[in-house]
């Protein structure tokens, strides 16, 4: 079956440094995302990773692995702002996207 | 990016009524899908709502119950049909932009839905 893995849920200090993990075992790979959610609201599009290394964009990254199934998320600089959820999602050889659980960030002063 | 909107933003129903949510995007668009999210849950995709022809639904959804319609590429309704408390989710209108290479996928703000 298709499967996407990740925390349920960190806590990180503020200006501080968090890494999110996902691993994933599905049928195909063409992609992973990343995206933010915060509470109440829509998921927003963070990242869009498709070959192996690492994506910076700003305060976050993104890397890849497709020989390991795995990916992370690293957010440098915390803010509180950036307490949400981060949802890992990867697309098929189908181009459906399955979807990881979700992350929950708490990010504390 | 696409800018997608959704009406109603929220709404709250009788068991048994129907609900039908709207999703107009500001550009024309290839992919267009319906999801739903229940509270503190992920995303589960509905189908995926095809111009001028019948949605794709996914597994453990059937027309009947949501039937959607797509009649251009910037335009989409769900609607949530013979609603039970079951039904009480938030549910998304997604788009893809840049045809099937999938590089962006962008949300709408959801439509929260509470059935009483």
């Known amino acids: 079956g298709q499967n996407i893995d990740q925390p349920t849920e960190m806590t990180a200090t503020e200006g501080a440094i968090v890494q999110i993990n996902c691993t994933y075992q599905?049928?195909?790979?063409?992609?992973l995302f990343w995206y933010q959610q915060h509470a109440g609201e829509a998921p927003t599009f963070l990242s869009y990773n498709v070959l192996d290394g690492l994506e910076e964009k700003g305060r976050f990254s993104s890397f890849l692995s497709r020989s390991k199934g795995y990916s992370y998320l690293l957010l440098k600089e915390l803010q509180m702002k950036d307490s949400a959820s981060y949802l890992c999602a990867v697309l098929d050889s189908n181009y459906q996207l399955i979807w990881g659980a979700g992350t929950k960030l708490i990010i504390k002063p | 990016s696409a800018v997608i909107s959704q009406k109603p933003s929220r709404d709250i129903c009788q068991r048994g009524t129907s609900l039908t949510i709207q999703c107009q995007v500001d550009s024309q668009v290839t992919m267009m899908f319906w999801y739903r999210q229940q509270p503190g849950q992920s995303l589960t995709l509905i189908a995926t709502?095809?111009?001028?022809?019948?949605?794709?639904?996914e597994s453990g959804f059937v027309i009947d119950k949501f039937p959607i319609s797509r009649p251009n590429l910037t335009f989409s309704t769900l609607t949530v049909s013979n609603m039970s408390p079951e039904d009480s989710s938030i549910y998304l209108c997604?788009?893809?932009?840049?045809?099937?290479?999938?590089?962006?996928?962008?949300f709408g703000p959801g439509t929260r839905l509470t059935v009483l």
């Open positions: 709502a095809n111009q001028g022809s019948e949605a794709t639904y």
């Open positions: 599905t049928s195909g790979f063409n992609g």
């Open positions: 997604s788009v893809v932009e840049g045809g099937p290479s999938y590089n962006e996928q962008f």
